[in-house]
């Protein structure tokens, strides 16, 4: 069965602090894909990045960046001094190429006070 | 931002009534997805179809039907709504071009509904 953790509920930074959101699946297909999406309080989501299992390398867009761990299952995210426009609901998701079907985790609210 | 209109934006209605939501899209994409968001749950796929009239279950289907007459809309309706529905709906739709089945998912702005 498949499985996406977000272990952290919720999380408050200090604006320019550091911050990572943890992600760790679990999956028995050897292709899969693993998504970020983010949540701001207006409620729509916006997609911020799709890796699928054969890059391992990691990846930076400005002040985001993803660390993608085979060996621990983990696709994590941390956002380079925060901003409060950052504040929002993160999830992460995975797919096991069966066309789009995404399964979520639970979310991590993250608050960035200024 | 992808075309996509969700309607209605939020709906109240009453233990054991129909209820009918839309996701109208204008970008062709052959996907389209049902999901509900919950607290503590994160997002869950109800249905989904890959094509006019093709549609499938997803994880959370029970209590729900779905049907795509045409490619820019996709319906899902609650035969008999009940408190447990109460959620937010999103539609989403995504674009396999060239064989890749993981295209991202483009997401409505969502409909709040309260079964009362």
């Known amino acids: 069965a498949q499985k996406v953790t977000q272990a952290q509920t919720e999380i408050s930074v200090v604006e320019k602090e550091d911050v990572t959101l943890d992600c760790v699946y679990e999956t028995r297909d050897t292709t899969y894909y693993l998504f970020w999406y983010k949540q701001p309080p207006s409620g729509e989501l916006v997609f911020l990045i799709r890796r699928n299992s054969f890059d391992e390398q990691n990846e930076i867009s400005g002040r985001y960046s993803w660390n993608f761990q085979k060996s621990t299952s983990s696709f994590n995210f941390t956002i380079t001094a925060s901003q409060v426009v950052d504040s929002a609901v993160y999830f992460c998701a995975l797919s096991n190429n069966q066309g789009g079907k995404l399964i979520f985790g639970q979310g991590t609210e993250l608050s960035v006070k200024p | 931002d992808a075309g996509i209109t969700q309607s209605p934006r939020h709906k109240v209605t009453e233990t054991g009534t129909p209820v009918t939501l839309r996701c109208h899209q204008t970008?062709?994409?052959?996907?389209m997805y049902w999901y509900r968001q919950d607290p503590g749950h994160g997002l869950r796929l109800i249905h989904y179809?890959?094509?006019?009239?093709?549609?499938d279950k997803g994880e959370v289907s029970d209590g729900y039907s779905v049907s795509r007459s045409k490619t820019e809309d996709f319906l899902l309706t609650l035969e008999s709504a009940t408190s447990s529905q109460t959620s937010v709906y999103f539609c989403?739709?995504?674009?396999?071009?060239?064989?890749?089945?993981?295209?991202?998912?483009?997401f409505g702005s969502g409909t709040q509904l309260s079964v009362l």
């Open positions: 989403a739709i995504s674009d396999p071009r060239g064989g890749a089945t993981n295209e991202k998912l483009f």
């Open positions: 970008e062709n994409h052959r996907y």
């Open positions: 179809s890959y094509g006019v009239k093709d549609t």
